[in-house]
């Protein structure tokens, strides 16, 4: 998708809540269809951890995520060599479909057995998100041209 079609919003550990972020800007083309993508994001743990992998989840209605919990999508998955850094060590080929009318940003840390991960005022969690809005007015001609072949 071009460039000049999405947004950045960069979540920044000094406006953590645990691990809500609330009172985001607004943004330019709010309410709009887009796919949101997690490009970076980096966890640290104060003290040494014993699980090998984290994967994070966003709380956000979606149209394109299914999984056989029937719960929050996997937005990135997280890896470490250390056991006290955790971050993206592939590009994330995530993206989730939803629209950009985020008032908070919500998510769950979880292991891979699913147990849910705590973070404290020690541990640090900063995320950056792309937005990357849909052409509506090319998928409404493409919808356009179509249709008169289907009838």
Not at 4 to 13: A, K, P, Q, T, W
Not at 22 to 31: E, I
Not at 39 to 67: A, G, R, W
């Amino acid at each position: 998708m071009p460039y000049h079609n999405c947004s950045y919003l960069f979540l920044h550990e000094s406006q953590r809540d645990v691990t809500t972020w609330r009172n985001l800007p607004t943004l330019p083309n709010s309410r709009r269809e887009c796919y949101i993508t997690i490009t970076d994001c980096k966890l640290v743990f104060d003290s040494t951890q014993t699980h090998e992998s984290v994967n994070l989840k966003m709380v956000i209605p979606t149209l394109n995520y299914t999984s056989s919990s029937n719960d929050s999508p996997v937005v990135a998955m997280l890896n470490t060599a250390d056991k006290k850094l955790f971050d993206m060590q592939h590009d994330n080929k995530i993206h989730i479909l939803t629209n950009d009318s985020l008032k908070k940003c919500e998510f769950i840390l979880e292991d891979n057995d699913g147990n849910v991960l705590t973070i404290d005022a020690d541990d640090s969690l900063e995320i950056m998100i792309k937005i990357e809005y849909l052409d509506q007015e090319k998928f409404t001609e493409n919808y356009l041209n179509e249709v008169p072949k289907l009838l």
